[in-house]
């Protein structure tokens, strides 16, 4: 059984890698798509509402385009606000937190990542914990995780704890930019230089088992 973890939602990556037959768990572990059908955590379930409403209210105080620059990406029990196109990146970040931790408080659990806010439901679920479900539900023989923020370090240190109980093979590869929090590739096994080197260790490990 082969399976997918990630922080985009879950039908996404179904749609973008086209393979029905793989179970996806995504939105950073609040999703699972297998069989057709998909779910969202029980433990987040009480909190998509309260998410949705404070997306709307982000939405009317921070224009998408124009002065503001974001763009938002919409998920079941989160959102993300990327301002890497605002004219002040900065200030929009340091203005969009404050406006959402006037509001929320700590209702929902914010993640930083490169030029991104993550706001997700206060609860205990990431990739790491997707990773580790997957692992011992499917019986997973091994597990590589590729990843370039620090939405993946829980993935990487999941695998790493897996494999040093020797439930699985793990391997953890960093791609790194000018953007790159530090660690992250201090958390992995090697280091890639972005995502044209991914796009080709995947072809090499595709020949290798064929």
Not at 23 to 49: C, F, S, T
Not at 118 to 138: E, F, I, M, Q, Y
Not at 157 to 181: C, F, Q, Y
């Amino acid at each position: 059984m082969v399976s997918v973890v990630t922080g985009r939602p879950a039908l996404q990556a179904r749609d973008i890698l086209g393979v029905d037959e793989l179970v996806y768990a995504g939105n950073h572990g609040l999703e699972l798509l297998q069989d057709g059908r998909l779910e969202v955590a029980r433990e987040a379930r009480g909190h998509l509402e309260a998410v949705s409403r404070l997306l709307e209210l982000v939405r009317t105080a921070f224009p998408e385009e124009g002065e503001e620059g974001l763009v938002f990406e919409e998920k079941a029990g989160s959102f993300a606000v990327h301002y890497r196109l605002a004219a002040d990146p900065e200030g929009v970040r340091r203005r969009l937190l404050r406006f959402i931790e006037a509001r929320a408080g700590d209702d929902v659990k914010l993640i930083m990542g490169k030029e991104v806010v993550n706001v997700l439901a206060p609860v205990d679920l990431n990739k790491g914990t997707a990773l580790t479900d997957l692992s011992r539900r499917r019986r997973l023989a091994a597990a590589m995780v590729m990843g370039d923020d620090v939405t993946d370090l829980d993935a990487f240190r999941a695998s790493r704890a897996l494999e040093d109980a020797g439930e699985i093979r793990g391997l953890r590869v960093a791609v790194v930019d000018g953007e790159s929090p530090p660690e992250v590739a201090a958390a992995a096994d090697y280091t890639l230089s972005g995502v044209p080197q991914v796009e080709r260790v995947l072809s090499w490990l595709e020949e290798r088992t064929r």
